[in-house]
């Protein structure tokens, strides 16, 4: 059984390394966007190349995170846990060394890998290590430290391309990593889970992974007219067809059926268990369930544009420093790790149909007063009023939307729930990201006119704000005020973390009678 006390030196350890190692792929997918400008600049990058190379870690981290959970409860969370940070590490390095932005669109892609290898594994760890009593405790000051990276990333990311150059947006990983390696292989204590059994769904993750991979390229590349429409037309259809190929294998592979495998025997001859599916279809048995991850898809959605484009607008059109431009957003993250538990709390005893309604009005509204900032705009006149609201919005919002995901799905389906709607979520903003800009306008050099780049942000942050309002619309006539009473195991769920806002967080497996640990 668990048995690390948080107050213990071995317990601050592993609160030490999941913190820091989740911290730093949380650091990554904010600091980037800082440096964007920079990048575009020193490799010659048109709109498409920075869309990518936002993109290409969103797709490789929603395709493979699923699989990353399922690797460490099989072979050692720890261990993969490991992997996964030395492998961020080293694409990290690839991407300070990128020579042009292929190069560093490919190495983003690794760094996908690496995340999506590391970022299950952090909550599993404290899930696996701590006693019952602290776990709560645990998994609290996991969240709250984790915010706190969240937070200082933009600044930090400004601070570094103005005073070391882009590069160190990504070289700065290499330390941390290490750091995390050295306490992680030395004070945390390996576990499995002895209740995983059937060989990975292999297929399954690669099929999702080309379902994405084919549907951004073709909504990316076609309108920067660079690519031929056979090209074009060849991505969406094999995307189309990667889509159609896993929802029958998950399906087939929830019902215990090999898909064009042959069943093999042990040298026992015993027969060896069928794959388990990365994705159970039978999870979206729940319609509560569908509907709160239809809300999440829109609305995740029009949030990945707004922080993809926001911090630009600032530099492009605003004329903001690298580092006043990544600070702009640090009101949305504080006002989150203020008020969501409190979010959370209010959802529990009025239902969350409401503050998600209200929450996600809110938000619209901010996008909407962010789409007003432009030309030698003020931060205090400007900016901050709409950062405020957008920000307000989110915290009533994205706690009841992660408790109601919860609550909808067994509770010893939990882990699986999360991990569904938080690759829901990146898949979103992977698939937003990629769509609304062109849709707007902002395509080929775009960044280098302010002008047409100005009318460009101003259009995508009206599409953004109507998808916000789409998802109160949705929220309202979807979500039940009893959603939280009514689980199917008769639970009501309690994650003990704010909500970050790249995607809703993960919530661990729940608690097995007799996890297998061992010492490190």
Partial sequence: MPDVRLATPTGRWILLATVLGSGVAMLDATIVNVALPR?????????????????????????????????????????????????????????GLAQDISMLVAARALQGVGGALLTPGSLAIIQASFSSDDRPRAVGAWSGLGGVAGAIGPFLGGWLVESAGWRWVFLLNLPLAAVVVAVTLRHVPESVDPDARGSFDILGAVLAALTLAGTTYALTEAPEGNVSSAVIGAAAALGLAAAVAFVYVERARGKGRHIGVIRRHGKDGAEKAAPQPMLPLSIFGSRQFTAVNIVTFVVYGGMGVMFFLFV????????????????????????????????????????????????LVLAAGGMLLASRVGKDASYLVDVLPAIVIFGLGLAAMVAPLTATVLATADVRHAGVASGVNNAVARAAGLLSVAAIPPLAGLTGDAYNDPAAFSDGFHKAMVICSVMLLGGAVLSFFTVRDDALRTCPDGQVPDPKFNCAVGAPPLEPEPEKPVPATSSP
Avoid at 79 to 87: A, E, N, Q, T, Y
Avoid at 326 to 344: C, E, H, I
Wanted: charged share 10%; hydrophobic share 55%; net charge positive.
């Fill in 39 to 95: 990048i575009a600049t020193s490799l010659h990058a048109n709109m498409a190349g920075l869309q990518w190379t936002v993109n290409a870690y969103t797709l490789t981290l929603a395709g493979f995170i699923l699989l990353g959970g399922s690797l460490g409860d099989r072979y050692g969370r720890r261990k993969v846990f490991v992997i996964g940070v030395v492998w961020f590490a080293l694409a990290s390095l690839l991407c």
């Fill in 312 to 359: 630009l607008n600032l530099q492009v059109v605003s004329g903001f420093s690298a580092i006043a431009a990544g600070s702009a957003m640090l009101p949305v993250t504080v006002l989150m790790l203020l008020l969501s538990s409190r979010s959370g709390a209010l959802a529990q005893r009025i239902g969350p149909r409401k503050p998600m309604t209200v929450g």
